[in-house]
Structures are given as structure tokens and as C-alpha cells.
């Protein structure tokens, strides 16, 4: 299992993508997106994800150079277009979008339709935080979770994500499944061979299972297995309707796709609400009251088993610091996809490590 | 203990405001939020509520006809001041202004200060959809909850609604606490003299109980015992980041408290955001596209133990149906401390009652 710096994860994934026909802003985007997953942790949406973009690219899903298209505009809103283009390219794009129309009338929607996979959430509302706005992002994609006394998968794990500013402490970053787990981690376990907690998934027969391979169509592990059988909501009846109301936003708001009837693996559809702070509070004053508050709770009491009580996104900024140092280590299944279809691009990813 | 039909109930409400030194259209409002609690099954949000708000009228914590304010204001944004005026009255007001302005430039977020407790919020965002818009409120109050990894109540039970029109099926009305459970629900336990699911509550030295008593300050049961002990998060680090998220848009974002600051057990400070949604795609193909993921869910395969699988607001609308037919029975607490406030102001509630 080798482990590379983030130049060198830069460096794979931007010469991939461009050998696979992305223009060098394209990959740059992507690029960005993928490498910082990896960098925080969240290796479910790291370059592994490279094996399906360029599979997309070749299978025609994702289309290079296509372009981001307003389709209906208020002053306030927007109805945009992907054209199948990558998905963190178009998703940045809305972002900018609507970070420009809550600059201008204080507050912004922005949906996105015909969009690719746009990767880890938490990258856009940081975007929004650091135009010192609050930002909102919440996607659908492939069904993988059980309603509420359901117990066969008919949304998305509909994650969603807020980025708000803070003072001298961290920003506040969430970036949560509304399903009681995402997918990635379920996978992550098959993998690792190891049992999951009781009451995540269901079997594809509905009952209830610990054994990751039960949510998936064997045979396994391939890298894109299909689900077969249903991860659970969070928390029963709340993150089912969150998730359904993840559903309608990105879905029936841009009179495309809702969750059961997602077309490819790769379709994200999204929604995206930006708040101009300084319409409200000065911004001083506000970034004021987060620092207060985040400091109050992380000098609370903590419970039994804690050191530590963490804000949204603070594990993320930890992990980041120490993989920044010590590296990422590609898993040996996903190091070879991605040397192979380096290899039939020309491009030699081994010359990349170290020594 | 007495069952009243709603008639009864309003007119207990009504008379009881009125002679309180609350306006015709004050009561009226306030009626109508408490009174519909009621009916769909959420008695902590009904007319026992009816004795903190006389109290609270009594010592100038809510003030009958206050001033609805407008101190800040931009195309898609305001803040309001409610001037402590009775929660439910500001709080439509704000959802009227957010209403009107998202008509006007597609969607628009209004904030609310100096507000009494709003009661329910499904009623907010069910005026969103009734002029065929996605509601969204948020409203902060109390500390009761535990942050994840703390055993301190740091943070409201934050409560959040969504509501969005569907076409023949009944409309989506989410109304969820960020908690695993609403403080409500715990009360009622505690009358009742029921033990709680683990995993619920903490007591006051932090350690996890099943005793709903654990929660509050001795001597029990009064009515507004004060919380010594804390709700846990719903699903963990996922509630406990929404519910910042919440503190943060009510607290921070209006320039006033957040959680632990909270000045008076009513205090609530309110997030309203609503969008339009023909400026994204006609609402007839909206409300088609919610209709067919709506009917696709609830004919999907049902777990064990559910016969049905439901959207959110649909059991408040059965419930409904159930207790406008058999009236809703009041505990011999509420209605004897009701009856009591009702004499005091030499109106028989008694009166009221069907022979």
C-alpha cells in the first residue's frame, strides 16, 4: 500500500483526468476535490473516485468542456444546467452563483440539474464561509436507504452540508448522511473485513444484517458494487424526512430526477442556499457570537469516554494537519485500478513515489 | 379528565387570552397554534401551554400588542424585532413578510429577535406551502441537549420544519427536534410514570438514565420544572451539528443568544427561509414529481412491524382527523390549573363542558 504526499495524489489525479480528456481547469477543480478528501480523511471520496470519472468520461456520463447553462433566473434563484459536465466544475460553479446573487439581494437559491458525482459537500459551503456568508448544500444521488418503516432502498443517503463563518475558532462544517451511516463507511468495512454496528442496513430480503456484504448484489468486492439491499435513516422518522425533503429539493425543484428513479451511478442533482450575513448582523458580531458559543460547548463538561467535545468539521482539520505530514495511504485495490488505467493512458504512476 | 371538542377549546383559549389583556386577532392567532396542537397529538405544544403564556403576560415577559418591527431589511432578507409580543403572533407576521418577499425576488430569509414562544412550527410552514412555497423555520430556546461528547445541556432541543405543497397527496410537513427527543415527550413519561428508552436523557451528574424525573430539578412535577439533566443529540454528532447549525442561524445570525445565553424559559428567536417554486419549475410539474415520489414510497415493501410507511405530517393528520371526531382529553393537571387562571379572571371554564 504506498503512501503519497498530497503533490503526488495532485499530481496523479490531474495527469489522469487530463489524459482522460479534462481541460487543465477541469482537472484542476477536480482535482482539488478529490486530494482534499483523501487529505481529511474521508477516503470514500478521494482519488478513488478517479476509477469512475474516467470510466465516466469513456462511457460518455461525464462530458469535458460541457458548459454550465442558467436555464430560469430571478433575482434571488436560479434553475442551472451542468450539461454533464464534472461534477465539482459545475457545483463550483453554482456555488460562485449563488454566492454573487446573496451579494447582491441578501440571500440565494441555486439548484443544479444534468450533473455529474460533485464529490465531498463540505468544499462548497466552505467556499460560501469564505465570502463570510452562511452556505447550504444537499444532493441526492442513487438509492441506498430505507424509509421509515420501509425496508427497501428508495433515497439516496441525501446528504447535506452547512458552512458557517467563525471568528478565531474553526468555521463550523458540517457535512452529514441524512441515512444513519454513508455508504462509503459500509464499504469501507466489507473491505476491512470487519462486522458493522447493529442497526445500520437491511438485507435485500429486509432483515436486519451486520455483515457489510449483505447490502450489496454479489459477486464482490468490486469497486462499484450495486446495492441490493437498504441502509437505514438517521435516527428513524428524522433522517427519513430529512432525506425526503433532500429528495424534493434537489429533484422535484428542478423538474428532473427524484431518488428511485436516479438514472446513472455517477447523477448528482443539488440544491444550494446562501445567506449574506451582514444583511442580518455586522459581521464582527456575528463571528463573535459563533467564537462564544463554540467556546462555551467545548469547555463543557465532557462525557464519559470524550477528551474532547469537537465542532462540525473539526475532525476534519485535525486529520488534515496529520496527513498533511504523514501522507495518504492508497488502499492496494484502488493504487492498481488507478495504475492500470494510468498505464493505458501512457502515463507511468509508479515514477510519482518516492524513492 | 374533561374531553373538549375543539370548539371548546378555542373558546377556553380565546376567552382566557382575551380577558388576560390579549387583542381579538392576538387570540385569535394564538388559538388557532395551540388548539391545532392539540388536535393533531402534540398536547406539550397545546393549551397547557395557555399557563406559562397567562404568566408570562402577568409578569411583562410577552406583552400583548407589541410592535412587529422591521430593523433590517434587503430584497430577500429581513430582521425583525417581535418586541416580546405573543410568539405565534410575530412569528406569522415574519412568515407573511418571508412569503411576500420570496414572491417578489424568488426566496428570501426573515429573522426573528425578541419573540415569545412560537409553539408549533408545522402551522409556520404550512402557510409556506398553502401559497404553493417550500417553507423551511428554525427556532432555538432552552438549553436542554448535550452536545456529542459533552453531559451538559448546552444547546436547545432546536427544533426544525419543513413544509412543501404535493398535489393529490397530503403535503410533506417535517417538524423534527434536532434531540433524539422532544422535552415533551420525556414530561409526559414523567406523568405518566413511564420509564424512557435508553439512550434518551442524562441526569444531572451526566451519567445516562431511564428515569424521565432525572432530567428536571426536584421537587416534581410541576409544571415548568427546570431542566438539571440533558437530552442526548438525535443520531449522535449528526443532531448535535444540526442543532449549532440552528443556535447559529436564530442566535448568531439575529445578533442576540445563542443556546446557553437564553434569557426566559419563553424566549424563542426564529430562522425563516421560503422559496418559490415556479421560479425553479412549474408548480404543477412540482407537485407531480412529489405526488409520484410520495405514492412510489408508501406502496415500496414495509419493515417488520409497520403496516404503513408515512410522510412526514401524515400521522398529525390522521391524529387530526381521530380528535376532531372524539375531542381531546385534557390531564386533570392542566385542566385544573387552567380552570384555576380562568377564575381568577371570573370566567367558568367549567362552563364550557358538555353536560
Not at 445500520?200 to 448484489?217: E, F, H, R, V
Request: glycine share 10%.
Amino acid at each position: 500500500m504506498p503512501t503519497l504526499r498530497r503533490e503526488q495524489l495532485s499530481a496523479l489525479s490531474s495527469g489522469l483526468l487530463k489524459a482522460a480528456g479534462a481541460s487543465d481547469e477541469e482537472a484542476e477543480i477536480v482535482t482539488r476535490n478529490l486530494v482534499k478528501a483523501n487529505l481529511v480523511g474521508a477516503d470514500s471520496h478521494g482519488i478513488l473516485q478517479l476509477i469512475s470519472y474516467v470510466n465516466g468520461i469513456r462511457s460518455g456520463v461525464i462530458k469535458p468542456g460541457a458548459r454550465f447553462e442558467v436555464t430560469k433566473e430571478s433575482p434571488s434563484t436560479a434553475l442551472t444546467n451542468g450539461n454533464w459536465g464534472f461534477g465539482q466544475v459545475v457545483c463550483s460553479k453554482a456555488m460562485k452563483l449563488a454566492i454573487s446573487k446573496a451579494q447582491k439581494v441578501g440571500s440565494a437559491v441555486v439548484c443544479v440539474f444534468n450533473c455529474n458525482h460533485i464529490g465531498r459537500l463540505a468544499d462548497y459551503t466552505q467556499m460560501a464561509l469564505e465570502s463570510d456568508m452562511i452556505g447550504f448544500i444537499c444532493v441526492n444521488g442513487d438509492s441506498a436507504v430505507a424509509p421509515y418503516g420501509g425496508k427497501k432502498a428508495m433515497l439516496s443517503t441525501n446528504p447535506l452540508s452547512y458552512g458557517i463563518p467563525a471568528g478565531k475558532e474553526n468555521p463550523i462544517i458540517l457535512d452529514i448522511a441524512t441515512a444513519i451511516v454513508a455508504e462509503g463507511k459500509v464499504r469501507a468495512a466489507l473491505y476491512k473485513g470487519e462486522k458493522l454496528p447493529p442497526g445500520w442496513i437491511l438485507d435485500s430480503s429486509g432483515k436486519p444484517s451486520t455483515s457489510p456484504a449483505d447490502l450489496y448484489q454479489p459477486p464482490l468486492p468490486p469497486a462499484q458494487a450495486k446495492i441490493s439491499g437498504a441502509i437505514q435513516p438517521a435516527a428513524g422518522h428524522k433522517g427519513y424526512g430529512l432525506g425526503l425533503v433532500v429528495a424534493i429539493l434537489t429533484g422535484a425543484l428542478t423538474g428532473t430526477l427524484c431518488d428511485p428513479e436516479i438514472i446513472s451511478g455517477l447523477t448528482n442533482t443539488v440544491y444550494i442556499n446562501v445567506i449574506k450575513i451582514d444583511e442580518f448582523v455586522a459581521l464582527q458580531d456575528f463571528k463573535n457570537r459563533v467564537d462564544r458559543l463554540v467556546r462555551t460547548i467545548k469547555d463543557s463538561p465532557k462525557a464519559e469516554g470524550f477528551n474532547e467535545i469537537l465542532i462540525p468539521g473539526e475532525a476534519e482539520v485535525i486529520e488534515e494537519e496529520k496527513r498533511t505530514k504523514s501522507g495518504v495511504t492508497i488502499p492496494d485495490f484502488t493504487w492498481n485500478a488507478l495504475t492500470k488505467l494510468c498505464n493505458e493512458y501512457g502515463f507511468d504512476a509508479e515514477k510519482l513515489l518516492d524513492d
